[in-house]
């Protein structure tokens, strides 16, 4: 297996990258590391990457995109840079799966530009894994589409059943559609269609999903539109990072309770575990003709270590292909 990331990619590259990528090589055995980005620089802060030499390769790129420049511009203009390059090695099929931590606008423009679609289906999508109580869900589309037909939504539940089964192990994924209502009434035009899309397709399909049942953890895959997906994403992140503050506001407030908290320091600490970004990787783009993974643009080296590991399963697993034979599978739909 050959995995290629984009050293120049993310606020903390390359040293962070660079370390998250001696972790994943000490970590695992079945892979190969390509690092793209500039070859001067990389040899300069290789560290402990210099002890899986035999199992690392550099591919020089100077250019470097940024979060400011415009995606699609960036990915023609900069042909030598490091995202480029790390995508054209999956194009090529000389990579089997890609991760940065770079620009997301460019990785999504890069990854339809270079790599492409897979046959059949209508629009890629990102799709983070979430914390639940007793587990984690998928969701799926995060943003990539803003706006969407319901065709695109009965795809997305396709690909994201895929993904649960290869990666998480989930024999039969229950899909839900994120709605503002429980009943199969309920919902606007786009919601309403698509519910009815998927009690005819071949997923588990597990009905309507109010927004208070989002991390319920009776759902493995939560599918919606870009817009209200982001929304969702940057929600959770937000009042994630809200309730831990909040929460040790409360507990260092008096002597009593630092006492208290100093008795379950070991339950919160599993607790922050569980909201901690940097345990679940990235978030895999869907519906693209090779491995994809978006990682957190903040990513310290355990988040990277983190999206390597995601990016060995995803290709193990058979994700790409199991979404090539289920987009297949569906019927042609003109809406």
Known sequence: MRIVVDAFGGDNSPGEIIKGCAQALGAYS????????????????????????????????????????QPTVAIKKKKDSSLVKALELVALKEADCFVSAGSTGAVLAGATLI???????????????????????????CGANTDCKPSYLQQFAVMGSAYMKGVMQISEPRVGLINNGAEAEKG???????????????????????????VSGNYDVLVCDGFTGNVVLKFMEGLAGTLMGMLKDELTSTALTKIGAAICRPAFSR??????YTEYGGAPLLGINGGIIKAHGSSNAKAVCAAIRQARELVNGGVVEAIREGVAALPDSED
Do not use: W
């Open 115 to 141: 790599v492409r679609r897979l046959k059949g289906v209508k629009r890629p999508a990102l799709a983070p894994i979430l914390p639940t109580r007793h587990g984690c869900v998928l969701l799926i589309d």
């Open 271 to 276: 607790f922050k575990k569980k909201m901690d």
């Open 30 to 69: 079945d892979f190969e590391l390509i690092l793209t980005g500039d070859e001067g620089r990389l040899r300069l802060e290789l560290g402990e990457l210099a002890n899986y030499s035999g199992r690392v390769k550099l591919v020089h790129a100077p250019q470097v995109i940024s979060c400011e420049e």
């Open 188 to 214: 606007n035009d786009l919601t309403k269609v698509t519910y009815r899309l998927l009690e005819n397709t071949p997923v588990r399909f597990a009905g309507n999903c109010e927004a208070r049942d989002i």
